[in-house]
């Protein structure tokens, strides 16, 4: 029952190229960096990704994209992202563009088994009807366009039919785990991460801190270990790193705002 990993690069080391991999965070919140970079030292490439984003500021899954490293991208925000929208426009990469919402739902119908669904999120659009540029050519044309969806009617209102989710491998940051892989998340870290979680046939999680089972309670666990095959120890320095997207101050009653 133990799965703690003796490091990141160990539970990484199975990765093949062209996996696929659920990752889970939001914006920088939450995001698996030190299992990210342990893959980037390995050099696999050809992989597709499912994230909400595709990393920022050079960390993350920036790391991978600005190496070359991505093939594919299933993802819900683009943002400030330059790299990706580059490789993007530039045929290097392919990007299915899908709804925050409907995103969350597939990787939660792949994790319970649940091989489909209809949502009316879409209906109307190039998501459901196709047409959604997935892979441009380089010149300005789409090499690769999104097929069309079965769309279906329920009591007068039509839906669109989404797949569920599943992947190779899915790589997950917690605050803190168990040895038994019982997790717990902290405020918008838990956005994507146990969705993500539940979606990987193989899913590794870094975890801030490490405690022996029975310490969880389990009224506070957010994800069962059933859901986890590898757990990795981070050291302080490596729980402390976390990044800000977007640093906003406010001056203090009397102080002038710096220019």
């Known amino acids: 029952m133990d799965k703690t990993a003796s490091s990141a690069a160990e539970a990484v080391r199975d990765v093949p190229g062209g996996a696929s991999l659920a990752v889970g965070g939001f914006g920088l919140s939450g995001v698996p960096n030190v299992l990210i970079d342990a893959l980037q030292e390995r050099g696999v490439d050809g992989l597709h990704v499912v994230s909400n984003n595709c990393g920022a500021l050079g960390t993350g899954l920036a790391v991978l994209l600005a190496a070359g490293r991505i093939a594919r991208v299933t993802g819900s925000y683009i943002g400030a992202n330059e790299e990706f929208a580059r490789q993007y426009l530039a045929g290097e990469l392919e990007l299915e563009l899908i709804p925050q919402g409907t995103l969350a739902e597939r990787l939660r119908a792949g994790g319970a088994g649940i091989p489909a669904f209809f949502t009316p999120a879409g209906v109307g659009t190039t998501l459901a009807d196709g047409g959604m540029p997935w892979r441009y050519d380089g010149e300005g044309g789409v090499a690769v366009a999104s097929p069309a969806k079965e769309v279906r009617e329920f009591d007068g209102r039509e839906y669109v039919l989404e797949r569920g989710i599943r992947t190779d491998f899915a790589l997950v940051r917690a605050a803190k785990g168990d040895r038994h892989g019982n997790l717990v998340f902290s405020k918008s870290a838990r956005n994507f991460n146990p969705l993500a979680a539940t979606a990987g046939r ?14 969880l309670d389990p009224d506070a666990v957010h994800l069962p270990g059933i859901f986890v095959q590898r757990v990795v120890a981070l050291s302080p320095e490596q729980a402390r790193e976390k990044p800000i997207e977007q640093r906003t101050v406010s001056a203090r009653t009397g102080e002038a705002v710096p220019a």
């Open 202 to 215: 193989t899913t590794v999680a870094e975890v801030e801190e490490l405690v022996e089972p029975g310490e």
